[in-house]
């Protein structure tokens, strides 16, 4: 069977590598075939990207472009998997990625490229099957973030409120495109979650829609 793209996707401070890696982990845990992988990749353009985005907010134009070519490369040439993405596929794994093109089309979306454009720049890349939007308040998000010793220009208050802005109409789309887009949120009776609570959550939601769709 071919395999399937469960993205997680989010602002800055989500937690999105955590729990994209703990789900991989808890996927393999249950015998599925699971692979963690991560945009911007390590690969020459993904380094490109992380020294762009140390050094400020680029042209959203410049950035999509050169997220546009850092995916090409993931999806077929990432020596981390399997004959990049599109290999591990083929090979029925169950691919966890850590940001994918929606996050590309609503942050550069928010810094004020046109949607269209974005959508159009990035349709060589398959819809993921499942997309996860991992919900948490903005203070929330900007707390964890200025606890990092290395940030980002994309990583303030205000832009991050654009940004999760812009994924409601990303997430409306992928949606019209065929995804199937699950929100979470972080919060619960008035508390945020704390990660292994958050984790087991993720895992079963993800896992009845893996189930549903290999039937």
Same mark, same amino acid.
């Given at each position: 069977?071919?395999?399937?793209?469960?993205?997680?996707?989010?602002?800055?401070?989500?937690?999105?590598?955590?729990?994209?890696?703990?789900?991989?982990?808890?996927?393999?845990?249950?015998?599925?075939?699971?692979?963690?992988?991560?945009?911007?990749?390590?690969?020459?353009?993904?380094?490109?990207?992380?020294?762009?985005?140390?050094?400020?907010?680029?042209?959203?134009?410049?950035?999509?472009?050169?997220?546009?070519? #850092?995916?090409?490369?993931?999806?077929?040439? #990432?020596?981390?998997?399997?004959?990049?993405?599109?290999?591990?596929?083929?090979?029925?794994?169950?691919?966890?990625?850590?940001?994918?093109?929606?996050?590309?089309?609503?942050?550069?979306? %928010?810094?004020?490229? #046109?949607?269209?454009?974005?959508?159009?720049?990035?349709?060589?890349?398959?819809?993921?099957?499942?997309?996860?939007?991992?919900?948490?308040?903005?203070?929330?998000?900007?707390?964890?973030?200025?606890?990092?010793? *290395?940030?980002?220009?994309?990583?303030?208050?205000?832009?991050?409120?654009?940004?999760?802005? %812009?994924?409601?109409?990303?997430?409306?789309?992928?949606?019209?495109?065929? %995804?199937?887009?699950?929100?979470?949120?972080?919060?619960?009776?008035?508390?945020?979650? #704390?990660?292994?609570?958050?984790?087991?959550?993720?895992?079963?939601? *993800?896992?009845?829609?893996?189930?549903?769709?290999?039937?």
């Amino acid at each position: 069977m071919r395999g399937i793209i469960v993205a997680l996707e989010g602002i800055d401070g989500s937690g999105l590598t955590t729990h994209s890696r703990l789900l991989t982990s808890r996927l393999s845990g249950v015998g599925l075939r699971a692979v963690y992988t991560k945009e911007p990749t390590g690969g020459p353009v993904g380094q490109l990207i992380r020294q762009l985005l140390a050094s400020g907010r680029p042209d959203p134009r410049v950035a999509a472009l050169l997220f546009a070519a #850092d995916r090409a490369w993931h999806l077929s040439q #990432d020596p981390s998997l399997p004959g990049g993405v599109l290999g591990a596929l083929e090979q029925g794994y169950v691919v966890v990625m850590d940001r994918y093109k929606y996050s590309s089309i609503a942050y550069q979306g %928010a810094s004020g490229a #046109d949607p269209g454009w974005l959508w159009e720049v990035n349709s060589f890349a398959p819809e993921a099957d499942i997309i996860v939007f991992i919900d948490v308040p903005v203070e929330v998000a900007v707390a964890r973030v200025m606890s990092r010793e *290395v940030r980002e220009g994309y990583e303030t208050e205000r832009f991050l409120r654009a940004v999760k802005e %812009a994924f409601e109409g990303v997430l409306r789309e992928a949606e019209a495109r065929g %995804a199937r887009v699950l929100r979470l949120s972080q919060v619960r009776d008035g508390k945020v979650m #704390d990660v292994e609570a958050f984790s087991s959550l993720l895992f079963d939601k *993800v896992s009845a829609l893996l189930e549903e769709s290999r039937r």
